[in-house]
């Protein structure tokens, strides 16, 4: 009788970087750069009843960097970079703002149709920092080991430990310590980032020079519409306005009168008048509820059934009702259509789908074709596989990094923060962003160290052509700006 043989025993995973020399064309003159692209093995100290196990690989995590040729590192900054979901690769910032390359696909309105197209970006931050984008596990062609457990990864804290390995491994292999550093983070990448800034302050003993945090949410209270938390429902106004105004339901008026009102009306009678409930006179109910109305576009009758209380998903179908089209929730500006015309809620962004399809081809031919990386694995540029994700360090409490950004700006002082806000944006209100900046728990002496720009578009606000190029160079000037300035 013939025994079995052995299963085999899986091949450790090693790193599988590729390296390609690119030039590129800017207005500053042309620049010479190395891209290398592939999955860094993540590895971890294990211990076993106080004995040290050995240093065993956990994840395989994919990056793109790009490093100018020639450049002092001493000198030279770093930017890395991330977006959010969770469950977002970094395919949004890498192509549509930061990278050396830059998705063509038009905008609201005015789409272009498949297969779209790359160019050169020649705005890109490459002429300021080098650029390091990072896929969290599970996202780009970022995975667990064989036999590893993914969901070991899906978490605020996992995800915050991951990523600050994956920015120390890289900063120590490629000599950057004494590089001026940065952090960039859109959504949730940008509670990631001010997380990440105290993590690796207090982990690693690596100060940042800067965060860019991108559609800013650092305290998820502000835009979730729980029971009991009437917290959103004013700061979502201004952008309801915003969005109102750009469908045409603000005729004869410019956008920032509509946004002063809107912003006066949420920062005073408005949450008066949630604090009131039903003790509220019936003239202070006509009087708001006619007021809301008239600045989100929507039904005076509706706003009064929904108690004055406007959700947003329900905004976003609600708005454009009547004439059978539903509004993008990443960018207001973005319209759609629906099967059901009496549906509560979208069946689906608009904007998103917009927006998917001309990134998810740029990026499959950009890593085969010009940074020479090759895999069979699907890029998963939105993945639904980390859900659900753990938030288990907030269990009671809204999930906030207000505490971590606020430490490492205390014991960093010279830490400085970009915030840039999106008028359209349905998912991260900039109006929120705003209340939570201005209060952020730090010294006065510290305020100057943030900034904050606005935009005429949306989530990424650089799908808009003139507001990528503001963006560019208010984002090359916050890199090249002097240490204390």
Request: glycine share 10%.
């Amino acid at each position: 009788m013939s025994e079995e043989s052995a299963p085999e025993t899986p091949a450790p995973p090693v790193d599988d970087l590729v390296t390609t020399s690119h030039t590129l064309r800017t207005p500053t003159g042309e620049l010479a750069y190395t891209a290398t692209a592939g999955r860094v093995v993540l590895r971890h100290e294990k211990h076993t009843d106080g004995t040290f196990d050995g240093y065993e690989p956990r994840a395989e995590v994919f990056l793109v960097a790009y490093t100018l040729d020639g450049a002092d590192p001493a000198t030279r900054p770093v930017t890395i970079a991330f977006n959010g979901g969770p469950g977002s690769s970094s395919v949004w910032l890498h192509l549509g703002l930061f990278g050396p390359r830059r998705v063509v696909m038009g905008d609201a309105g005015a789409l272009t149709p498949p297969p779209w197209g790359l160019t050169d970006n020649h705005e890109s931050l490459l002429a300021h920092s080098d650029l390091v984008f990072v896929d969290p596990v599970s996202t780009g062609y970022s995975r667990a080991i064989t036999g590893g457990k993914p969901a070991d990864f899906h978490g605020y804290t996992s995800d915050v430990e991951t990523i600050g390995e994956v920015i120390r491994l890289w900063v120590t292999r490629n000599e950057r310590w004494l590089s001026p550093k940065f952090l960039a983070g859109e959504s949730y990448g940008t509670l990631r980032a001010a997380a990440l800034a105290e993590h690796l302050q207090d982990r690693h003993g690596m100060y940042l020079n800067g965060l860019m945090l991108i559609s800013s949410v650092l305290d998820m209270g502000s835009i979730r519409f729980t029971e009991g938390n009437d917290r959103p429902y004013p700061l979502f106004l201004p952008t309801y306005a915003a969005i109102a105004h750009h469908h045409g339901l603000h005729p004869g008026r410019e956008l920032h009168d509509v946004l002063a009102d809107a912003e006066e009306f949420a920062a005073g009678d408005y949450p008066w008048a949630l604090a009131r409930g039903s003790r509220i006179e019936a003239a202070d109910l006509d009087r708001v509820a006619g007021r809301l109305a008239s600045l989100s576009g929507l039904d005076e009758g509706y706003v009064r059934r929904v108690r004055l209380r406007i959700e947003h998903h329900r905004f976003f179908r609600e708005l454009l009702r009547a004439p059978g089209r539903t509004v993008g929730r990443i960018d207001g500006r973005f319209t759609g259509w629906e099967d059901d015309g009496g549906g509560e809620k979208p069946s689906y962004d608009p904007s998103i789908a917009a927006i998917t399809g001309p990134y998810t081809a740029a990026f499959n031919s950009h890593v085969r074709s010009s940074l020479g990386y090759v895999s069979d694995l699907p890029y998963e540029v939105l993945s639904g596989r980390v859900q659900p994700w753990s938030y288990k360090e907030f269990e009671g409490r809204a999930v906030s990094v207000v505490s971590k950004l606020s430490a490492a700006m205390r014991h960093n002082p010279h830490l400085r923060v970009h915030v840039a806000c999106g008028y359209h944006d349905g998912a991260t209100p900039y109006f929120a962003a705003e209340q939570v900046f201005a209060q952020l728990p730090i010294p006065d002496e510290l305020r100057d160290r943030i900034e904050v720009r606005h935009y005429e578009a949306g989530h990424m606000m650089y799908v808009h052509e003139p507001s990528r190029l503001a963006q560019s160079e208010h984002l090359a000037a916050f890199v090249t700006a002097a240490p204390d300035s």
